[in-house]
């Protein structure tokens, strides 16, 4: 199955800088032992990488006992609905929010993403569980801690999602 996104190349024209209030990371629910967010180890990273507390939005209001991806889709796109000329960009944390919004499975960490049919640049990040071997790489946190700080300070550039002449 093709996903609809696109890669999103950052170019240095038509920049318009954005501010960490516009920043919403996504992810999957609370815990098992119902933690939210920052009371988790996950969102405590992201907190400590962005050095702030970034908005977040799961896809579940609770641990669901078994993921279905349908149901993901269905609530992701109930939010979008809700948020339909936001254009902060989205922090997907893992692959199963990945999945609930089409992007790719083999899609590189850090890796940009555009929506034709919303206009949230999406920005795929492993999910940053302490069982994730990917964070057990400190170029990795490295990058991730760069990337949420430009997030925050707004010195990173927006895509132009309506920039069509964009190739991945």
């Known amino acids: 199955?093709?996903?609809?996104?696109?890669?999103?190349?950052?170019t240095e024209e038509k920049q318009?800088?954005?501010r960490a209030r516009n920043v919403t990371v996504i992810g999957e629910a609370p815990n098992?032992?119902?933690?939210?967010?920052?009371?988790t180890q996950s969102?405590?990273?992201?907190a400590a990488w962005a050095g702030t507390e970034l908005p977040w939005h799961n896809i579940h209001g609770a641990l669901p006992p078994k993921w279905n991806a349908r149901v993901a889709k269905a609530r992701?796109?109930?939010?979008?609905?809700?948020h339909p000329l936001d254009d902060q960009p989205l922090i997907l944390l893992g692959r199963?929010?990945?999945?609930?919004?089409d992007i790719p499975r083999d899609a590189e960490p850090f890796e940009w993403y555009a929506s034709p049919t919303h206009h949230h640049s999406m920005i795929v990040f492993p999910h940053t569980s302490p069982l994730s071997r990917f964070w057990n790489?400190?170029?990795?946190v490295a990058e991730a801690t760069e990337l949420l700080h430009a997030l925050v300070s707004g010195t990173l550039p927006?895509?132009?999602?309506q920039n069509k002449d964009e190739t991945a």
């Not at 790489?137 to 990795?140: F, L």
Request: glycine share 4%; aromatic share 20%.
């Open 96 to 101: 199963k929010v990945q999945a609930a919004f």
């Open 1 to 10: 199955m093709s996903s609809p996104y696109r890669k999103s190349p950052y």
């Open 158 to 161: 927006r895509f132009d999602y």
């Open 76 to 82: 992701i796109w109930d939010w979008i609905v809700t």
């Open 16 to 18: 318009i800088p954005w």
């Open 43 to 46: 969102g405590k990273r992201i």
């Open 32 to 39: 098992a032992q119902g933690k939210e967010k920052y009371d």
């Open 137 to 140: 790489d400190e170029a990795h």
